[in-house]
């Protein structure tokens, strides 16, 4: 049995393993914010262009996914919700994830660059630029403002689908990056509030780990409060409409009151219900920022029948 | 003791190469639909093998 069972022993890797380094889920929200962008542009673009775009965006968005895995490999081991990617589970190696990365990286900028224009590669590519070296190796483990500036590369999919159609950046594509951007935080602390073993056992400085919980919770409302403006005063521009902005009025209503629910908890109350407040917050977080762009298509639907828009 | 040819690794590797297959055919395919909008989305293309551009013969009666 010794012949088969060293046969067995590096654990080869299956198709879904590489899959997985590109971390799908991430995709799914990058494939639907850059496809917001692409399609509340002014013009249009050929539909095969267009999704050639999007999945080249996807792509890279993948391939810096692939890099952080790559890099970050020694933290994933230890925290309990990443032990099973491929790398610490030892399915893939480390150098294997950075050469997925990498090349991935090279392809989908090149593609994105022929298929629409090199504004929008140059785009992807600083975005895969800030995920994987100035997030992943600069300020995740360096400061608890990590999130917030680390935000930015999952908050350029909008703008790099809208300048796929137009070529440049308007007022328009940046409200759209804002709104992401000022979205993450509060998104994020609350995720941290409740898992928050697993961070400090990685040596992550989250804000909970750092500067305590109270002091996060008090980020949470301040980051929602600036947050509301830019989602409503994204309902004002030339891709906002009447629609938009009743849904963003009301969203954003929605989660202040859940912001400021958790600013007036103390540890004490979080703990006795297991942190219901926060775990809701954070799973409405998620739907907030799918309805405010489905608002935005909704709007963009509208105005191909004439209805829609200012 | 029947000889096992097939072993669980072996179906992994065909899974793998059998995804990287499709994965270089659909990128072909994707690359072949790229170029019929490029060309039929009336971008500046001139093909204008074994025949004069119309631009370089000089206009009738120009002269």
């Known amino acids: ?310 | 003791m029947a000889i096992k040819v097939e072993h669980e690794i072996h179906q992994r590797r065909f899974g793998r190469n059998l995804g990287v297959g499709l994965l270089l055919v659909a990128f072909a395919v994707l690359v072949f639909g790229l170029t019929i909008a490029k060309v039929s989305g009336g971008g500046k293309i001139e093909a204008f093998d074994h025949t004069y551009r119309p631009a370089l013969v000089p206009a009738e009666g120009a002269q």
């Open chain 1, 1 to 310: 049995m010794t012949e088969t069972s060293s046969y067995e022993q590096p654990m080869e890797a299956g198709f879904g393993d590489y899959v997985a380094l590109l971390k799908p889920r991430v995709m799914s929200l990058v494939v639907f914010t850059a496809l917001a962008g692409l399609l509340v542009a002014p013009v249009g673009v050929h539909p095969i262009v267009g999704f050639a775009s999007i999945l080249f965006i996807a792509l890279g968005a993948g391939a810096s996914g692939a890099l952080n895995m790559w890099w970050d490999a020694d933290i994933d081991q230890v925290m309990r919700r990443t032990q099973s990617r491929p790398v610490p589970a030892g399915r893939v190696t480390a150098d294997e994830a950075l050469a997925v990365g990498v090349a991935l990286s090279g392809i989908a900028v090149v593609m994105l660059g022929l298929a629409a224009n090199f504004f929008s590669a140059a785009l992807l590519a600083f975005t895969i630029f800030f995920y994987a070296v100035v997030y992943s190796m600069w300020l995740k483990r360096a400061t608890p403002q990590n999130i917030v500036i680390g935000g930015a590369a999952g908050a350029f999919p909008p703008m790099i689908g809208w300048a796929v159609v137009t070529g440049g950046v308007s007022i328009e594509s940046v409200l759209m990056f804002a709104l992401i951007f000022m979205w993450t935080p509060p998104h994020f602390w609350a995720l941290a509030l409740f898992m928050k073993e697993d961070y400090s056992r990685a040596g992550v400085p989250m804000l909970t780990v750092t500067h305590g919980r109270r002091v996060t919770r008090n980020h949470i409302l301040g980051y929602t409060i600036a947050l509301a403006p830019v989602a409503v005063g994204l309902g004002f521009t030339s891709i906002g409409g009447p629609v938009y902005l009743a849904a963003a009025v009301v969203l954003n209503a929605i989660f202040l009151i859940g912001a400021v629910r958790i600013w007036q908890r103390d540890e004490g109350a979080a703990e006795t219900d297991r942190y219901a407040v926060e775990k809701r917050f954070f799973r409405y977080s998620l739907l907030y920022l799918f309805l405010h762009f489905s608002a935005l298509l909704v709007e963009a639907g509208l105005k191909t029948v004439e209805l829609g828009g200012w």
